[in-house]
């Protein structure tokens, strides 16, 4: 080999060295950046943790309600037959007497 050879192969060397100190540092600032981001992307993972159980106990609240306002229709709704059961049995009895029928 030589001189100039030896020489060519050290330039080589040392420009590959050179392009890998740059590609190691780009990956390090991006190893960061990512780092960042996961940061990021967790504290928004817990929020949205926090949102949901938020959310589940406010449709447990509201199914409980539901259950209660079926009830109270229920009720209401017994109560109403129960009034037009009693307005027919008067109706009969006012009609009937007005037919003449005591």
């Known amino acids: 080999m030589t001189e100039e050879d030896r020489q060519r192969t050290m330039d080589f060397i040392l420009v590959q ?27 928004t993972q817990a929020r949205t943790d926090a949102t949901v159980a938020q959310l589940a106990g406010q449709v447990q609240n509201i199914a409980r ?24 049995a008067l109706l009969d009895i006012v009609q009937g007497g007005r037919n003449g029928n005591p």
């Open 17 to 43: 060295q050179a392009q890998f100190s740059i590609n190691l540092e780009a990956l390090r600032e991006t190893q960061a950046q990512f780092s960042i981001n996961l940061e990021a992307l967790r504290e």
């Open 65 to 88: 309600q539901q259950e209660h306002i079926n009830e109270v229709v229920a009720v209401i709704a017994e109560s109403q037959q129960h009034t037009d059961e009693r307005l027919s």
